[in-house]
């Protein structure tokens, strides 16, 4: 099965703190996402990147960034945490075939809340 | 802007139940997924529907894809306390070869089942 991992499960940061997000797969998947979860907002799309190097904004970007340098590994960055930015983080990755039905394969998340 | 919209947000019924969750938009999806979350994991994948009018069956959860694949509903059998969890349906849109597999994600329906 694949495995998507985020590095923590729970972490408090302070306000104006630079904080990684780590997420890495194990089945050589091109793209990958990450996404934010709030109670009544559903799943938001902060970025994506459909390859190594390569990334594309979602819906959501202000006041983050990202980083793929590895197929494997996709960071999330908040340049300058805030507390408005607490949330639920989860990061996915998906396998590109031809078609349309292939799902996300989820990371377990990773709650951060900003003090 | 929401583009997918579940009902209900929260459902609480009693063991051995039937009960319907449906996902509404007003734009065409090339797919559409289901997934459910429980706490502190991340969504698991349930299935995915590409055609019009498709039905798909997993156990007692039967899952239907609008004719005009514009909305899709999962309905549940005689539910039981192990189906309580948030309900996810997510869809991608069909706009041309730069979607690169985004999900929409709808806000997820809350189900709990009592013993």
């Known amino acids: 099965d694949v495995k998507v991992t985020q590095s923590s499960r729970y972490l408090v940061k302070r306000t104006g703190e630079k904080v990684f997000l780590e997420c890495v797969q194990d089945?050589?998947?091109?793209?990958m996402f990450w996404y934010r979860q709030d109670p009544g907002l559903g799943l938001r799309l902060i970025y994506f990147?459909?390859?190594?190097?390569?990334?594309e904004k979602g819906d959501i970007p202000e006041g983050y960034s990202v980083s793929r340098e590895k197929k494997e590994r996709f960071s999330l960055i908040l340049e300058s945490a805030s507390t408005n930015q607490t949330s639920m983080y989860l990061c996915?990755?998906?396998?590109?075939?031809?078609?349309?039905?292939?799902?996300?394969?989820f990371g377990s998340g990773t709650r951060l809340t900003v003090v | 802007t929401q583009l997918l919209e579940q009902s209900p947000q929260f459902l609480s019924i009693q063991e051995g139940e039937n009960l319907t969750v449906y996902c509404n938009s007003s734009?065409?999806?090339?797919?559409l997924q289901w997934y459910r979350q429980e706490p502190g994991e991340g969504p698991v994948l349930l299935v995915t529907v590409v055609t019009g009018g498709e039905v798909k069956k997993l156990k007692r959860l039967t899952f239907q894809f609008g004719d005009a694949r514009k909305d899709s509903s999962l309905h549940i059998t005689a539910a039981q306390p192990g189906d309580t969890g948030l309900y996810l349906c997510?869809?991608?849109?069909?706009?041309?070869?730069?979607?690169?597999?985004?999900?929409?994600f709808g806000q997820g329906t809350i189900l709990t089942v009592h013993p």
């Open positions: 996915a990755s998906r396998l590109v075939k031809t078609g349309t039905g292939d799902g996300y394969t």
């Open positions: 089945m050589d998947h091109e793209n």
């Open positions: 734009s065409v999806f090339s797919s």
């Open positions: 990147s459909y390859d190594v190097k390569m990334k």
């Open positions: 997510a869809g991608k849109i069909n706009a041309g070869g730069t979607s690169y597999g985004k999900l929409t």
